[in-house]
């Protein structure tokens, strides 16, 4: 019997090539935290990147990978999965790559509920070509492309992934490390499409913008941390909770120690409270924030197509077969 394998044996030995401070160094290391601790093999593991600062990913996990063209990541890996359902894949991009170009894309694998983990960092800007403002970047942010600030309304990728019937999506901070790895383990464990949104601080182009809600300080009143079928507390001591307003129909904060009948249990299946909760800005839910399994797209796939890809015959033979006609 093999002896288990560590985070240091997900480690490559190329140079980590991001700025110094950046957060992806953290997402990296949480990553291969859990896939050691998930028990994952190496050459049963695929990372799939497009083009950003995230897509290096690859580079640096000692596993298969792929690094694509930009916004094509789930498209590769859609491919890779259906050829080799047996495959972990996992999904690296950013929200320049995956909302911008690679938008379509991301759309079609949440409704098909393909088998990939998709990492979404979320710094809301453009880092890797030099900080234009992003889909997710606020009104007023001023880049390069927006010197002025930007006047786009920017867009929610947990209302995109519900919209678009997404099957798992979840929240989580760069720097939590317990709270990351509980995230991560959740979506490999999903047998379909998990979205994992992590706010992710790019410190040249966009130092601090979560700064409101990821401070430690102020950590315990900013951030609702989700736990299925526990009430939603959050504040020094739990002192405060969420409540469903019925007439606004939209979630509010009270004092749970005087209220605790009103408190929100979280359920991890309701749709309608994960469209709420992704809407929530203070505070900020983090967590799984909906998971509803169904059958993977592969499954399915493989399950109409006997055969699966294996050929059949030959390519050129296949061109000849068919109907021609020839112009005079």
């Known amino acids: 019997m093999s002896a288990a394998l560590t985070a240091k044996d997900f480690a490559t030995s190329q140079e980590v090539r991001w700025c110094p401070g950046c957060g992806d160094y953290a997402i990296l290391k949480a990553v291969t935290k859990t896939l050691a601790e998930v028990g994952a093999k190496p050459a049963e593991t695929a990372f799939i990147s497009g083009i950003g600062c995230a897509a290096r990913f690859p580079y640096y996990v000692e596993t298969y990978g792929f690094h694509g063209i930009h916004g094509r990541a789930p498209a590769i890996a859609t491919g890779l999965k259906l050829a080799n359902p047996e495959l972990d894949v996992w999904v690296v991009t950013g929200d320049g790559d995956s909302l911008s170009i690679g938008g379509n894309h991301l759309v079609h694998a949440l409704r098909r509920n393909v088998g990939l983990k998709i990492l979404l960092f979320n710094n809301e800007i453009y880092g890797l070509t030099k900080g234009q403002y992003s889909p997710t970047s606020r009104i007023g942010t001023r880049s390069p492309s927006s010197p002025g600030g930007s006047i786009d309304s920017p867009l929610s990728p947990g209302q995109l992934a519900l919209g678009a019937g997404a099957r ?27 979205l994992a949104e992590i706010f992710q601080n790019c410190i040249v182009y966009n130092e601090d913008v979560f700064a409101n809600f990821t401070d430690r300080k102020q950590a315990a009143d900013t951030q609702l941390r989700l736990k299925h079928g526990e009430p939603m507390l959050f504040g020094p001591d739990s002192a405060k909770g969420i409540r469903f307003d019925a007439e606004a129909f939209s979630l509010e904060v009270i004092d749970a120690q005087a209220n605790q009948e009103q408190v929100l249990r979280h359920d991890q299946t309701n749709k309608v409270l994960a469209n709420l909760l992704v809407e929530l800005e203070s505070p900020v839910a983090l967590g799984v924030i909906y998971k509803n399994p169904a059958e993977s797209f592969e499954k399915s796939w493989h399950a109409l197509n006997g055969n699966g890809l294996r050929r059949s015959g030959k390519v050129a033979d296949a061109l000849r077969a068919t109907n021609t006609w020839t112009v005079t």
């Open 168 to 194: 798992f999506f979840a929240r989580a901070i760069d720097t939590d490390k317990a709270g990351l790895c509980d995230v991560l383990k959740e979506a490999h464990a999903f047998d379909g499409t998990a």
